[in-house]
């Protein structure tokens, strides 16, 4: 059994910075790509930014791209997610997501591809 756990998230005001951590644990468990995804009251999961360990490659959504950074270490299966220049919109609850098996780079920002997810953690930026 693979175990996916969130951590750092809370209140920030708008402008301001913070970093998710998540760690994926499992007697045999060695991920392929993990991700951070988020989804908003009323709204869709969505992708936000993923690192595929083997191409040592990321990707970021678009609204994402220059404010935060994804980093982490295959070994560990740990992942993290520095966020900074935050703003109200940015306000979810973040997933953290693991995939075992290779997948295309179309499937990256996919929900549907990922194999492990963690219970999630709240983001609240204020204005």
């Known amino acids: 059994q693979v175990r ?26 060695s991920s392929f790509a993990m991700a951070w995804f988020r ?8 992708f936000v930014a993923a690192i595929t360990w083997m191409l040592a490659s990321t990707r970021y959504a678009e609204f994402v791209k220059g404010r935060f950074a994804i ?6 299966n740990t ?13 979810a609850v973040y997933y953290c997501a693991a995939r075992d098996d290779y997948f295309s780079s179309s499937d990256v920002p996919e929900p549907e591809r990922y194999d492990y997810w963690g219970q999630g953690i709240q983001v609240t930026v204020s204005s």
């Open 4 to 29: 996916v756990v969130e951590s750092g998230g809370g209140l920030v005001q708008a402008g301001g910075s913070l970093r998710l951590s998540c760690a994926a644990s499992g007697r045999t468990f």
């Open 71 to 76: 980093s982490g270490d295959d070994a560990e």
């Open 79 to 91: 992942l993290y997610l520095q966020m900074n220049s935050l703003k109200p919109e940015d306000t």
């Open 39 to 46: 989804q908003a009251p009323g709204k869709e999961r969505e």
